[in-house]
């Protein structure tokens, strides 16, 4: 990765401070701006919170963040007020350890759920990462290594904006590879910028943008305890205009739509990455449903799997999707092959439609109705025997 590409006023560090067993693993992550920052988040709607996310919460949407201390192998999540009690003492180690105070840090934690955080670790580890903390390209990838949990690549976006104000950066890292359930997608997400963008204007955008790409994933469809989305703009680079700031939105929200796909491409097991588009009912909100649905079939997904063109299961998951049509009023297609028009099947070469699930990674499907201009796009991936097996043994 070029440091051109990088925001501006950031460093970041990621070592391994004990939390995971095994010593090549890091655990904790470090993201520092250089000067006091926007902040502004959009976390689990999962009822039963991480201690992490209920702190964040308390403080965001705020305009004088300087950092977040992020540790994996243990979410602090279930773990009572001493979660909460070790959640804020993560930031004031980290605070400590850059100058500032406990309150303009923010924390985030993933892992196993319901177990203490052995916080002798993160005493002596925070203090040992502000001291590698780089604004280089190097030391981002060390942090977007020491937030994975049982992902097998880290996730990076980064983007350049020229702007008539100046040039705009965004970096964002990501982890995630199952409990991804679109609800604000079971994941960890971090997004820094140099633009400076008030914390009034950072939320809204902020919300736009998990509902844009992190909301438009699933795995398994189960929404976790900690899932979080912090965006930090420190204003290093240029004061955006009401112009530039659409412009700076659209690719804020590409650059988490980067990061989702890659979330749902690495997903516990998975051999394929499914991209469902749905065209043609009455509003958005209609195609979002019907593609979250079917995105959601553990029988869509088993077929995937197994290569097999069962259409029906599709077409199925649509019908019980809780949006009103005929079915004469869809027609389905397997990457260029149209499975079913106007309410009824076509003949069509099976063995073809089973070789294109086989031979391709990348998997389309569209399913076009006729009530409306309402469309959404949807991303997940087949149910492997990999994952059952991941998933069994998580914690024995």
């Not at 002798?120 to 937030?147: F, K, N, Q, Y």
Request: aromatic content about 6%; hydrophobic content about 45%; some cysteine.
């Amino acid at each position: 990765m070029n440091n051109w590409h990088l925001a501006q006023g950031y460093q970041y560090a990621g070592i391994h401070c004990g939390l995971r067993p095994d010593p090549e693993r890091r655990d904790l992550a470090l993201i520092v701006s250089d000067r006091p920052a926007a902040a502004a988040g959009v976390f689990t709607q999962n009822r039963v919170c991480a201690a992490p996310v209920r702190v964040c919460r308390e403080r965001v949407p705020s305009s004088d963040v300087r950092g977040i201390v992020i540790c994996s192998g243990n979410a602090n999540a279930c773990t009572g007020e001493q979660g909460l009690i070790d959640a804020r003492r993560m930031t004031a180690l980290a605070a400590e350890s850059v100058g500032c105070r406990p309150e303009q840090f923010l924390v985030a934690s993933t892992g196993v759920i319901g177990r203490p955080l052995p916080m002798a670790c993160l005493e002596t580890g925070v203090p040992r990462a502000a001291r590698e903390l780089s604004p280089s390209a190097a030391a981002l990838d060390r942090a977007a290594h020491a937030i994975l949990t049982t992902d097998t690549v880290i996730k990076v976006s980064t983007r350049a904006l020229n702007l008539r104000s100046g040039e705009a950066r965004i970096t964002g890292i990501a982890k995630g590879a199952a409990m991804i359930g679109p609800n604000m997608a079971t994941l960890l997400a971090f997004v820094m910028t140099d633009a400076a963008i008030r914390p009034d204007l950072l939320a809204p955008l902020a919300a736009r943008a998990a509902e844009e790409s992190f909301n438009r994933i699933s795995v398994e469809g189960h929404t976790s305890t900690n899932d979080t989305l912090l965006l930090l703009a420190n204003g290093q680079g240029p004061q955006l205009t009401n112009e530039e700031l659409a412009h700076f939105e659209a690719e804020a929200i590409g650059a988490c739509a980067d990061l989702a796909r890659a979330i749902v491409a690495d997903a516990e097991g998975a051999n394929h990455l499914v991209a469902i588009e749905v065209e043609g009912l009455r509003d958005d909100a209609e195609a979002r449903r019907v593609a979250k649905t079917i995105a959601e079939s553990a029988l869509v997904k088993a077929a995937i799997y197994g290569a097999d063109p069962n259409w029906g299961r599709i077409i199925s998951a649509a019908g019980y999707a809780g949006v009103d049509f005929e079915e004469e009023q869809l027609s389905l297609w397997l990457g260029d092959l149209l499975l079913y028009r106007a309410g009824a099947p076509l003949p069509f070469d099976a063995a073809a439609a089973s070789t294109y699930l086989k031979k391709n990674r990348e998997i389309h499907m569209r399913l076009r109705f006729t009530l409306g201009a309402g469309q959404a796009t949807f991303w997940t991936c087949d149910l492997t025997p990999e994952y059952v097996r991941l998933n069994a043994d998580y914690t024995t």
